[in-house]
């Protein structure tokens, strides 16, 4: 009896320690995937425990994004964004998927905090911007102030029972590619959940979703540009980080480099501005303020950033030969 005793410690020792040693050494394994998609490299950086979660995780994620620019793109004739457009000036109350409903919803809320420094209508006035890129001429006064009479975030109605909208200025046209690669992202985040991967990055052209920091690590080393030459990293996890600044995306003008960015308010492209980095709880967030600041400067900037709790923003501004920097992330 003594010997039996004696022999099943020995075996439950055995196992214990082979449980522990399992817990202490088996670790989760990095993993990318890339694909293009909504015109930008999407990267996702996962710690899975093998292939198969991670991949399946991983093709899962793609699908969702993939969805969301079948409907929320405006390059794409058939998309759901484009025919809700296309019945502009209608007076109709227009049923929309729920995904098209939420993100209007958010642009809406961060217009009405940043006073329409931010604006999903401004589909008109991109238009303009994208023709005269392309060709490199400066869009004419006429034309621009003709497409922002279709312009304002105030013109877009929402019947909130009924996930329904209204767009009561014929010719508006929605764009909400200020902030849908960071709604993409965040909901590639809430796929890989789904799958019990709680390590993972999303990078989504440049919009960042953070979860849980690789292991072993306190957060996800990110290297951002300081808005000249130099570069700076910083350390974050469970955030969203967006950065936003005419490195390649202008039209240069008569000596003058007009910003992607445009303002709602004149329809002309940012001049002084040079980077935005945006730290916000979710990367949808992030992704619109990192445009609105941009919009609204440092000084307008600093009344706003109150309205958005646990956001930090960096922006670096250039007239002339001055340099003038607002960096609360530190």
């Known amino acids: 009896m003594i010997l039996r005793d004696i022999s099943c410690r020995k075996i439950f020792l055995l196992l214990l320690v082979c449980f522990l040693s399992r817990g202490l050494y088996a670790q989760d394994k990095r993993y990318t995937f890339e694909k293009g998609l909504m015109g930008s490299p999407f990267k996702l950086i ?6 198969s979660t991670a991949n399946l995780a991983a093709r899962s994620a793609f699908k969702r994004i993939e969805d969301l620019n079948a409907s929320l793109s405006d390059y794409r004739d058939d998309s759901e964004i484009n025919r809700v457009s296309a019945q502009s000036g209608s007076r109709k109350w227009i049923e929309v998927s ?12 961060i217009s009405r905090k940043t006073n329409g420094a931010f604006d999903a209508t401004l589909g008109p006035i991109v238009q303009e911007w994208r023709r005269a890129t392309r060709k490199g001429y400066l869009p004419d006064r006429k034309l621009i102030r003709s497409a922002l009479s279709k312009t304002g ?12 909208i209204a767009l009561h200025k014929k010719g508006m046209r929605l764009d909400i590619g ?6 993409a992202a965040d909901e590639a985040v809430k796929v890989l959940r789904s799958y019990g991967i709680k390590s993972a990055m999303i990078d989504a052209g440049g919009k960042l979703a953070l979860m849980d920091p690789p292991p072993g690590e306190k957060g996800w080393k990110i290297v951002v540009s300081t808005g000249s030459d130099s570069l700076r990293t910083i350390e ?9 600044g005419p490195t390649y995306r202008y039209l240069e ?5 007009y910003s ?15 980077r935005t980095t945006v730290i916000s709880p979710n990367a949808t967030e992030a992704d619109a303020l990192a445009t609105a600041f941009s919009v609204s400067g440092i000084d307008e900037g600093r009344k ?8 930090k923003v960096w922006l670096v501004e250039m007239k002339g030969e001055q340099v003038r920097e607002w960096n609360t992330i530190n």
């Open 253 to 257: 003008y008569e000596g003058k480099r």
């Open 46 to 51: 996962i710690y899975a425990p093998d292939d």
């Open 236 to 244: 974050y996890a469970n955030v969203g980080i967006a950065t936003s």
């Open 260 to 274: 992607h960015i445009v303002n709602p308010k004149t329809g002309i492209g940012l001049l002084f501005h040079l």
């Open 304 to 311: 706003y950033l109150d309205r958005f709790p646990d956001n």
């Open 153 to 164: 975030y105030k013109k877009i109605k929402f019947d909130v029972a009924n996930q329904k």
């Open 98 to 109: 729920k995904d098209l409903f939420d993100i209007l919803h958010i642009s809406n809320d």
């Open 178 to 183: 200020g902030l849908g690669k960071g709604y």
